[in-house]
């Protein structure tokens, strides 16, 4: 069986990422180690072991490679990953009253209830909840 250990996420800034995917968003600190020079490699994680093998590394965004990548993602109000969430209406409220932007707020997309966010440092986060299912699909 495969299952995935590790994504990443490109940022702007790795500290500034780190803080708000753990003070904000609510995930927790993985790993985090200083590189030297100001480079730091740091991973996050759900809480309290929700998924404990799966890792989110907040990567520096800069490079021919990444830079247009983010760009062309961000022109076209694209989320660069999609996170899961039990109630959205609820996390909507929680993030707002945080002072989250939100680009789309909560709206149906198919088989789920879609929002998307700006994480501060360059990206575009989607929070999706499944819609219940009434038995007639």
């Not at 990443?8 to 995930?27: E, W």
């Not at 800069?62 to 076209?76: F, N, T």
Request: aromatic share 6%; proline share 7%; glycine share 10%.
């Amino acid at each position: 069986m495969i299952k995935v250990a590790m994504t990443s996420v490109y940022v702007d800034d790795v500290a500034k990422a780190h803080a708000f995917y753990t003070d904000v968003l609510g995930f927790e600190t993985r790993l985090h180690m200083d590189l030297g020079g100001g480079s730091l490699l740091v991973t996050v994680g759900a809480p309290e072991g929700a998924q404990p093998d799966l890792q989110l590394l907040l990567e520096p965004g800069q490079g021919p490679i990444a830079e247009p990548y983010r760009a062309a993602l961000r022109e076209a109000g694209l989320p660069c990953i999609v996170f899961s969430v039990d109630d959205i209406a609820a996390e909507y409220e929680r993030l707002r009253s945080l002072g989250v932007r939100f680009t789309h707020k909560p709206q149906e997309q198919g088989p789920v209830i879609a929002a998307v966010l700006d994480d501060t440092v360059g990206n575009l986060i989607q929070l999706a909840q499944p819609k219940e299912r009434d038995g007639t699909d």
